[in-house]
């Protein structure tokens, strides 16, 4: 289960990178991935308390800069 957890977390992170600029919904995501929108919440969630992503208003969800 781990194992699928870091996949899908690879998965949105990719998605992420590949549009940059552009506001990126969870349903959004859920959609091209193929998961639900709750798995989506609870990945990016993983990811935004390891500092990978952030949640910007009006602007959706985005990587966070290395250092920054």
């Given at each position: 289960m781990r194992q699928s957890a870091q996949i899908r977390q690879?998965?949105?992170?990719?998605?992420?990178?590949?549009?940059?600029?552009?506001?990126?919904?969870?349903?959004?995501?859920a959609e091209q991935i193929q998961v639900s929108q709750q798995i989506v919440s609870r990945r990016l969630r993983e990811l935004m308390d390891k500092s990978l992503v952030k949640y910007v208003r009006r602007k959706g969800y985005q990587i966070c800069r290395v250092g920054a």
């Open positions: 690879q998965e949105i992170l990719e998605y992420l990178a590949q549009h940059q600029g552009q506001k990126i919904r969870q349903r959004e995501i």
